[in-house]
């Protein structure tokens, strides 16, 4: 899915401002410039407390990057970027020091770039494909980078644009949930002139932006800024909403509500159901992260508790994972161990991640996996049981399937235990609408054009449809269901109709 | 933001607050419960939606003072806003009429089981209701639970009221008397194993409302988690109701001990900065 046909794309880098950039420095010279680090604080300083890791490119610095861009004839990069941002075109204007320009490229295909450029596996999409990996063995552009650095330097200058809406026309529409899917929705929405309503059922705004991914590597001013942009769009925000529990859907046609975009989310955790999964101080990540980012329970002045453990094993290998081990290690623990199945090479965790998780002393205990907890006579984990695995043939994903070695279980004292081996769709909505189509994993059921369920005046998106993904497929989504919306219920306005 | 409309206490430690929650207020059923956070440092806290009045848009809650969240409810007045209230959630009970129910309840536990007795009252059931506290001082809304019990009896641990004993000696002497075609069991976490036990050796079915420890209250989180028939369960959205016979009662008093220490500290901490106010 992209956002731009390839003949816009190729009319947009035939603008002279471009011919004219790329005449200035030579190819040959261009790949010779090396991709810069991205600077960082260091593991050290940073272990001990919650500020961000990167600081972020300088002016400087991102035209130097922004000059290895070759901006090439066929930017296979675009075709990398789930939301299909025109790349080249913002780089270019980041060598051409039109800073602003850039952010407002972004913002043509992506609600929210300042979290995109922190969050995204880049390495996996625009990075992988870009002409420096494909065709030179070189490091790819820093795309993720200068994305940060375009979308920061916008918010820095206090005011960022706010993008056009159509004429109002009246018609109330609502979006439950406020995560990335339900934000980027909401803009498009707004956009559309619809008189927007977003949902939520937590007291803060943000979804998994909020109260899963931890301050040190998405801070939320960066999440609230976005929000406040929305509001001033005219889109109108309820917390403390469950949809189905507060108001059934029925209730809310009542008021006037004419579509619905349910962006949800996968909220439910996964236990593996393993003996000892119930002791005191085995836990969820998302139960973990949702009380140190959400309810500040690491901050002496709120009232939610924390264990601080000192022995901690976070079992699995992905975002979630990494988020949970560098903040149990940042609370103090002394030993802040993985758990994964898996070899490092197969981790879904993005690549910065786990570099920055092994420069801050994170333990990496590949290729075990946990067969039950034992605990004190107070019913408090002491111990896990490990046992180790080895790696077998591909399995489905293509990845190499872990199998056990028999007799090979051993014990590692631990005191807290975080599960962080995925979550299932939020089952809250699907039990308040029986009619509503369902996959066997508990997500809806949607075109994949239009991202309609089965009851048509309501659309889907994000972890609901997915199961746990990423915030950029969730945007993705929100914009596609956006437009699909909008044909809906221009069809049903119709005259004649 | 929910307003305070009236405040008043039920006995030493328990207040009754009620809160301005019109759209609550209209969906709320027996057994619903809402989370509640004081303030931008709160904690979210559930408790059960005890009485609900939708023309006036109002719910009442019934708050024990245990920690420093029911605490500082207990310390608000009318006119004040509590910051975030969110619900109803959970599952609504499942009223029916099936002749003659047993209900228990033990402490607090008595507030989120009186709309329950009420709804199976109104049912067509004949109820019989079993209270149980400490002593006289600590037994609270026996008006309202008569108001919808075909017979009430009361139990205390010091005779200072009622008969002296124990909730399941009230509850054994109506079951050696009469059938009893469904048994309900809400309050301390000890109190509903033994009850269950109970009425286990009667064969007699039960359902028992847990009180695990929430985060969120919408699924998120795991710390609600409780195993019933061998399986684990979210109290928060698979519950709050569930088969007594086949909850892991000790599992579940274990878990709510999960923050004791810290809890302890904070209520201590918290203590002292009001008294030296
Ligand atoms: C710790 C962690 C780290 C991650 N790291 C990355 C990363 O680095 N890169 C990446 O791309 N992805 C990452 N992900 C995944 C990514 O965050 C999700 O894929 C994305 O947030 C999904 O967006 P969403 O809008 O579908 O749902 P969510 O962000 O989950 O938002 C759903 C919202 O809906 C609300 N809601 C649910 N039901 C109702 C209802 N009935 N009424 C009202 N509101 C309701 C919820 O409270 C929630 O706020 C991470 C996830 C976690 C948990
Ligand atoms: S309270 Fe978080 S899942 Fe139940």
Known sequence: MSGFDAEYLKSRREAEWRVNLRKGIKAKERTNIERLKMP????????????????????EMAIVEAQRCLDCVNPTCISGCPVGINI??????????????????????????????????????????????????????????????????????GNAYVPEINEKNGIKVAVIGSGPAGLSAAKDLAGFGYNVTVFEALHELGGVLKYGIPEFRLPNEIVDFEIDNLKKMGVKFIKNFVVGKTASFDDLKQEGFEAFFVGSGAGLPNFMNIPGENYIGVLSSNEYLTRVNLMGAAKPEYDTPVVHGKNVAVIGGGNTAMDSVRTAKRLGAKRAMIVYRRSFEEMPARLEELHHAREEGIEFLNLNNPVKYLADKNGHVNKMVLQK???????????????????????????????????????????????????????IEVDSDTMQSSVPELFAGGDIVRGGATVILAMGDGRKAAAGMHAYIKSKTKPGN | MSRIVTKEFLSENVVKLELEAPLIAKKRKAGHFVIVKIGKEGE???????????????????????????????????????????????????????????????????????????????????????????????????????????????MTDDGSYGTKGLVTNGMEEVI????????????????????????????????????????????????????????????????????????????????LGAYKEQEIEAYSRYLEVIKNR
């Open chain 1, 389 to 443: 695995m080895e790696l077998g043939e591909p399995d489905a994903s293509g990845r190499r399937r872990p199998v056990p070695v028999e007799g090979s279980e051993y014990e590692v004292e631990v005191d807290q235990v975080i599960v962080s081996i995925g979550v299932s769709p939020n089952p809250l909505i699907p039990q308040s609408l029986p009619g509503l189509k369902m996959s066997k994993w508990g997500t």
């Open chain 2, 44 to 154: 979210r806290i559930p408790l059960t939606i005890s009485q609900a009045n939708p023309d006036k848009g109002t719910i009442t809650l019934i708050i024990q003072r245990v920690g420093v969240t029911s605490h500082k409810l207990s310390m608000m007045n009318e006119g004040d806003e509590v910051t975030d209230l969110v619900g109803p959630l959970g599952h609504a009970t499942k009223i029916e009429n099936v002749g003659t129910v047993l209900c228990a309840g033990g402490g607090v536990g008595i507030a989120p089981l009186l709309p329950i007795v009420e709804a199976m009252h109104d049912a067509g059931n004949r109820i019989i209701t079993v209270l149980a506290a400490r002593n006289r001082e600590l037994l609270i809304l026996e008006k309202e639970i008569r108001a919808h019990s075909d017979e009430v009896i009361i």
């Open chain 1, 88 to 157: 080249p075109e913002f780089i270019k204007h980041i060598e051409a020091g039109n800073f602003l320009d850039a952010a407002r490229t972004l913002k043509e295909t992506n609600a929210l770039p300042a979290v995109c450029g922190r969050v995204c596996p880049q390495e996996a999409q625009c990075e992988k494909s870009c002409f420096y990996t494909e065709k030179l063995g070189k490091k790819p552009v820093a795309i993720g980078n200068l994305e940060r650095f375009a979308a920061d330097f916008e918010r820095d200058t």
């Open chain 1, 40 to 59: 960082e604080v260091d593991p050290l300083e940073r272990a001990k407390g919650h500020m961000e890791v990167n600081n972020g490119l300088t002016k």
């Open chain 2, 176 to 255: 050696n008397r009469e059938k009893v075609n469904l048994a309900i069991t809400i309050g301390p976490a000890i109190m509903m194993k033994f009850t269950s036990m109970l009425t286990k050796k009667y064969s007699i079915p039960t359902i028992a409302s847990l009180n695990s420890i929430m985060v969120d209250g919408t699924g998120m989180c795991g710390a609600c988690r409780v195993s019933v028939g061998g399986k684990t369960k979210f109290v928060c959205v698979d519950g709050p109701e569930f088969d007594a016979h086949e909850v892991d009662f000790d599992e579940l008093l274990m878990r």
